[in-house]
């Protein structure tokens, strides 16, 4: 029985080998499975997903409680808005006579409808949440500070964005609520410095008119209407996600290039401890540290002891 398993075990080890060293296996794949330091970069560097990822990372860098975790659930949550998001598409019309019916629509008649929208709806909270948690830790660790600072710039530029992207969507729906809550919002434009008819400064800008001003910018006209519809739908499925996906690119480059992940404080870690050497019985004991000497008590009555000078001459006896 066991010569045939040795058999059959070096029939498949032959065949493995003859498969992995063929032209198009090795076309595919261009190293060796081997668990070596070269082949584990050769993984990450000759990928078409890994390469994108680096090929060593710190240990604090995956440690969960230090960094919550928070920075990659947010990109999570914002992957799943965005595939939740290109379903309901399919469903949903931006036009006024259309939009609330259609939402009716998902929501009874279309099978995982009401499901894909809450996944959209709650993903959408949770990455504000999460966004604002993200920033926390990075602000307690201090991980905004040399030679991070322009990515924490990129980090409060996610911040606006997905701000705008939760009130884009805001109105989609084209219930009461989204409709009121749309209208006191972009009313509080009207009050923006220079821009908004009602804002300071407004007088200094010659065309700025309750026609012509950063609300009606905002509502394609001067009450939420089918311009505005139509204004969130581009902006929220479109415009802000391309920006989004930018910076978020932008992002995850610094990171990298700023060295990865910024670690603990090495003042604050406790000190380290004595190194251990082996004795004669293989037990590990600490090596004592080293002591300064100290000079020995003066005796009563006895001169402090000198260095003794040895004159060092040449040959025609002269000092040196």
């Not at 997905?162 to 009121?180: C, I, K, N, V």
């Not at 749309?182 to 026609?211: C, D, K, Q, W, Y």
Request: charge should be positive; charged fraction near 20%.
């Amino acid at each position: 029985m066991m010569p045939l398993l040795e058999k059959e075990k070096e029939e498949k080890t032959e065949l493995a080998d003859r498969i992995a060293s063929s032209q198009i296996w090795r076309s595919i794949f261009r190293h060796g499975f081997d668990d070596t330091q070269r082949n584990r970069v050769l993984q990450m560097t000759a990928g078409f997903l890994l390469h994108t990822r680096p090929i060593k990372v710190w240990t604090h860098g995956i440690r969960l409680r230090y960094t919550w975790g928070a920075g990659g659930l947010t990109f999570l949550m914002f992957a799943v808005a965005c595939i939740t998001g290109v379903i309901l598409m399919f469903y949903y019309r931006p036009v006024t006579e259309y939009a609330y019916a259609d939402m009716k629509y998902l929501k009874f008649d279309i099978p995982f409808g009401m499901f894909m929208r809450n996944m959209h709806r709650w993903s959408a909270h949770a990455m504000v949440l999460l966004v604002l948690v993200h920033m926390l830790r990075v602000f307690l660790t201090g991980s905004y500070k040399k030679p991070r600072e322009f990515n924490w710039v990129i980090g409060v530029c996610l911040l606006t964005l997905t701000l705008l992207l939760s009130f884009t969507g805001y109105l989609l729906p084209w219930d009461q609520l989204s409709m009121w809550a749309v209208t006191v919002g972009t009313n509080m434009a009207r009050a923006t410095p220079f821009l908004g008819h009602e804002g300071p400064f407004s007088e200094f800008v010659p065309f700025i008119s309750p026609r012509y001003d950063a609300r009606s910018l905002l509502l394609g006209g001067t009450i939420v209407a089918q311009g505005t519809l139509l204004r969130f739908y581009v902006l929220h499925c479109i415009v802000l996600p391309i920006f989004t996906i930018w910076f978020v690119m932008v992002h995850f480059y610094r990171i990298r290039k700023d060295g990865g992940i910024s670690g603990p404080n090495k003042a604050l870690e406790p000190p380290a401890t004595p190194i251990a050497k082996e004795t004669v019985e293989g037990s590990a004991t600490p090596e004592p540290a080293a002591v300064k000497p100290t000079a020995e008590p003066k005796k009563e009555g006895e001169e402090p002891a000198q260095e003794q000078k040895q004159d060092c001459k040449d040959s025609e006896g002269r000092p040196e």
